[in-house]
């Protein structure tokens, strides 16, 4: 089976969803199972610069936009490494590591079989909504997000 691992987080990251990814893909590989990797830094360097660009001008906005800015630059980058890899093809399952990541993969592997692991917690906002002292607007914007 060729199994596809896609996460917003980058193999350099410091996270337990990163060691997670990559002892999964050992085991599976070890099993005989042919295992790839997708993460955002994996996404063309243009457009990861100018997503960071993005991230600079949403630290300065307030109520949430910011933080949208910031998943929305990691759902496009993500788009964009994921869509290298269904050009390639021949994947049986796509595993996704977090929601973001699970819709991501959706998108653009429409007739692959998507399974997610959500590894963080059950409101995935929540901790972030909190620590901001977001307004109403902010909040409502955020869960739709």
């Known amino acids: 089976m060729n ?3 896609v996460s917003c987080m ?4 410091l996270s337990g969803v990163v060691t997670y990814y990559q002892a999964l893909a050992a085991a599976l590989r070890d099993h005989g199972h042919g295992v790839k990797i997708v993460t955002f830094g994996m996404a063309p360097r243009w457009l990861r610069k100018l997503i960071s660009g993005v991230w600079r001008l949403g630290a300065s906005l307030h109520n949430g936009w910011g933080l949208c800015l ?10 964009a490494a994921c869509r ?3 050009r390639v093809g021949g994947w049986d399952v796509v595993h ?3 929601p973001l990541s699970a ?8 007739s692959t079989p998507i399974i997610m692991t959500a590894h963080f917690n059950d409101h995935p906002v929540a901790e972030v909504m ?3 002292r977001l307004g109403q607007s902010g909040r409502r914007m955020l ?3």
């Open 3 to 5: 199994v596809l691992l």
């Open 10 to 13: 980058d193999r350099t990251a």
């Open 70 to 79: 910031i998943q929305a630059g990691y759902a496009v980058g993500l788009s």
């Open 84 to 86: 290298r890899a269904a």
């Open 96 to 98: 996704a590591q977090d």
């Open 103 to 110: 819709c991501v993969a959706r998108r653009v592997f429409r």
């Open 130 to 132: 909190a620590a901001k």
């Open 143 to 145: 869960e739709r997000w």
